[in-house]
């Protein structure tokens, strides 16, 4: 089983950063794929970014180049650095875990494992 705890949200202008991270525990942590996914208001759920458990990034078409996926895997914690913030990045942003790879990993229900949320406010 893997646990998950997100932190880092909070109260940003348009155009600044804003780093988020998820710290994981449990058995199979180590070998799990993590991937934040976000919620705007009003919205479902949609895919953000993934770092596989061997160093692969991968992210969602319309964030590349403001957002950037990082891993330390000596503390098992994912990072979410996000710069030039926008008011439609305001989401609960989530990370999750799977054990293994199969399926799409831009698809939430192929995740089993899910922190709780922290939330991203962005001003105008």
């Given at each position: 089983q893997v646990q998950l705890v997100e932190?880092?949200?909070g109260l940003v202008q348009a155009g600044g950063s804003l780093r988020l991270s998820c710290e994981g525990s449990g058995e199979h942590v180590a070998t799990s794929?993590?991937?934040?996914?976000?919620?705007?208001?009003?919205?479902?759920?949609e895919f953000v970014a993934v770092s596989t458990?061997?160093?692969g990034r991968y992210y969602?078409?319309?964030l590349k180049g403001r957002f950037a996926v990082?891993?330390?895997?000596a503390r098992y914690t994912m990072y979410l650095q996000m710069t030039g913030l926008r008011p439609d990045d305001t989401a609960v942003y989530y990370c999750a875990?799977?054990?293994?790879?199969?399926?799409?990993?831009?698809?939430?229900?192929n995740y089993a494992y899910w922190g709780q949320g922290t939330q991203v406010t962005v001003s105008s």
């Open positions: 932190s880092g949200g794929e993590l991937a934040w996914f976000r919620q705007p208001p009003g919205k479902e759920r458990s061997t160093g969602a078409d319309s990082s891993r330390d895997n875990a799977r054990e293994g790879s199969y399926g799409d990993y831009s698809r939430s229900v």
